[in-house]
């Protein structure tokens, strides 16, 4: 009897599912083929080449994402996909770029989204790309998980199509620089979704951790080995090309937040940090937010301990509320706005595009001055997480360096480091280099303008700190000036009274 347990649920499964053919099966146009051989194009969708190249021939029409109907937005399968990605790249080149990422298992392109203010920065204007933060957002590891699908190709909508109009949006295409993939495991749209043409579940194959438990070899094959699916190894490359500060993986249905690790009694070292993300980014309505392995339950293998660990990145698994969710995976088709159906992701995605700045340790120079000997700089750290390494350097304008270590500073407090001199005059730059968060060091970079004057007015731009070394040395030797002739007037006393005794 229990052996006709894993066969009972698996039939559910297929009934649950949208009545797709057997993945393979495409007909003329490019298009999946229902279970009666028909085409499951959508009237007015346009066609895709037969050589699975997936080129979309007819023009995208301009009325808005083509996985939206009438006001209700449906799960875009991998054709309505690229359809809709390619919409956006075609109506928004200055600001979308849209990549094939790789092929699948079976041989379909898992698309990247990239966002920035293009046309701008070629004309040499705007935030340049390098000093910019980096948000990465996916959906579809497990691909039958049908919101968190349409999430990401709505964000992708939100950006592009609000860019100018939407003031959220123009600042973070302006401000950030933002990598979204709606579908890691394409395949899965055509299959039983959880897994890959492998009937391995991706979310179980990454590297960090990979094998850490016992799982489920029906739902959660880890593969044999790690990263031995293709869509792993493709995700882990652009991982490391892309080096996101930011990364969300987006799933379906729980309300729930969930960072590192999935192996039980295993925290991260940012954990305060990540802790204070959770209650400060939307704490109202999500259910919960922790660790995974005791958030939702152990789990070995995720891209969320990978990207971790492999790139530093403040790392979430957003479990979305998927409510009115039929069977266990989210709906497949939604009335209602994506925004307020799935709000406790989209507040949180949000916050990260807003805050990912302060998602760690976040110097900021406070003030400048001089000292006896050398020139005191304050730092404020106003970012979620303690500075625990890192330097601070005068460079002067004869270009010598003067470097001194920070101490730890605790998130909210500020410390004062003395950098000695001696400095040359004019126009220098304070540079500190730190440690942004504890997993994997990712640098952070501060710098600041600094002006030695001599005694006279100098006029600045705001934001850069002037100090004048040599009046403040000779104002400090002045006021020592009575305290050191009394020193010497004891001392003299002292003398003579002890030759008298003698």
Wanted: hydrophobic share 40%.
């Amino acid at each position: 009897m229990r052996a006709l347990v894993p066969l009972v649920i698996l039939s559910l499964l297929a009934v649950s599912m949208p009545a797709l053919a057997e993945w393979g099966a495409y007909g003329p146009d490019g298009w999946p083929l229902d279970v009666d051989g028909r085409s499951t194009r959508p009237a007015g969708m346009p066609a895709i080449d037969d050589d699975h190249g997936h080129t979309i021939l007819d023009p995208v029409d301009d009325e808005g994402p083509v996985n939206e109907v009438a006001g209700t937005t449906v799960y875009p399968y991998w054709p309505v996909l690229t359809a809709e990605l390619q919409r956006l790249a075609s109506e928004h080149p200055d600001i979308v770029r849209l990549h094939s990422a790789g092929k699948s298992t079976a041989g379909l392109d898992l698309w990247m989204i990239e966002l920035a203010d293009f046309a701008r920065l070629d004309a040499g204007e705007g935030v340049p790309l390098e000093e910019r933060e980096v948000a990465w957002v996916d959906g579809g590891t497990h691909s039958n998980e049908y919101s968190g699908v349409y999430f990401v190709a709505h964000l992708a909508a939100f950006l592009a199509d609000g860019y100018g109009t939407n003031e959220t949006a123009t600042w973070i295409v302006d401000n950030r620089h933002t990598w979204l993939m709606p579908l890691v495991n394409p395949d899965g749209s055509h299959l039983f979704g959880r897994l890959n043409a492998n009937a391995v579940n991706i979310n179980r194959n990454y590297p960090v951790d990979w094998g850490g438990i016992a799982e489920n070899p029906l739902f959660n094959n880890p593969g044999p080995e790690p990263a031995s699916e293709v869509e792993t190894r493709i995700n882990i490359e652009w991982f490391e090309k892309v080096h996101p500060d930011y990364y969300a993986s987006v799933h379906c249905c729980g309300n729930l937040w969930l960072y590192p690790y999935g192996v039980e009694g295993l925290d991260p070292a940012d954990q305060d940090m990540l802790s204070r993300v959770c209650d400060e980014a939307f704490p109202t309505v999500r259910e919960d937010c922790g660790p995974i392995w005791s958030t939702i339950y152990p789990a070995s293998g995720s891209s969320v301990d990978t990207a971790y660990e492999y790139t530093g990145a403040v790392a979430f698994g957003y479990e979305m509320s998927g409510r009115g969710a039929l069977v266990f995976w989210g709906q497949p088709f939604t009335t209602e706005s994506v925004r307020e159906q799935e709000m406790e992701s989209w507040e949180g995605v949000l916050h990260a595009f807003r805050h990912v700045h302060l998602y760690g340790a976040h110097p900021v120079v406070a003030s400048v001055e001089a000292v006896h000997g050398g020139v005191a700089v304050t730092l404020l750290n106003d970012g979620y997480g303690n500075l625990t390494k890192g330097t601070l350097r005068i460079v002067d304008g004869d270009g010598e360096d003067h470097v001194v270590e920070l101490p730890h500073i605790t998130a909210g407090t500020q410390a004062t480091v003395v950098v000695p001199g001696p400095f040359t005059e004019g126009p220098a730059e304070v540079v500190v280099e730190y440690v942004k968060r504890v997993q994997s060091e990712p640098e952070g970079l501060v710098r600041a303008t600094l002006v030695f004057a001599d005694g006279g007015a100098v006029e600045t731009e705001p934001g850069v700190h002037v100090v004048d070394l040599q009046r403040t040395i000779a104002e400090e030797s002045a006021a020592l000036s009575p305290f050191v002739a009394g020193v010497l007037v004891v001392a003299l006393a002292l003398g003579l009274f002890s030759r008298r005794r003698l």
